[in-house]
Each structure stands twice: as structure tokens, then as C-alpha cells.
């Protein structure tokens, strides 16, 4: 078979929330909730307007954080 086959009737390619996947208590939501109350203005004072758009600082950090 060439093809994946694929549902019509799907009603949703990825689950409506992460909490119905992993559960209110997992660790990515206590360090997206801690690095939500640092202060990053530092980091975000140093990016330019030049170039493509980046990522926002908070974001890196809790990736950063959770590897």
C-alpha cells in the first residue's frame, strides 16, 4: 500500500488539550508555571529586530529546563 490511510470521521488529529494526555500534575506544567513567575526582561532587552523572528525567552528556558 503507497498511501497512509486516513479517518474522515476523525474528530481531532491531536487531543483538545495536553492535560488530557499527560495529567494535570506533570512536571512540564510546574516549570511552565515557575519560569512564569521569573523575571526575563534581560533576556528579551537583548534580542535585535534584525533577522527572523525568535523564540520567546520563557519558551527556551522551560525547554532548556525540562531537558
Do not use: I
Not at 512540564?28 to 533577522?51: H, K, N, P, S
Request: aromatic share 14%; charged share 20%.
Amino acid at each position: 500500500m503507497k498511501f497512509l490511510p486516513y479517518n474522515r470521521e476523525q474528530a481531532y488529529l491531536l487531543p483538545p488539550s495536553v492535560k488530557d494526555v499527560l495529567g494535570g500534575n506533570h512536571l512540564c506544567f510546574f516549570l511552565q508555571q515557575m519560569v512564569e513567575r521569573l523575571d526575563l526582561t534581560a533576556f528579551a532587552a537583548e534580542y535585535g529586530e534584525e533577522g527572523r523572528r525568535a523564540y520567546a525567552p520563557a519558551l527556551l528556558v522551560k525547554v532548556w529546563l525540562y531537558a
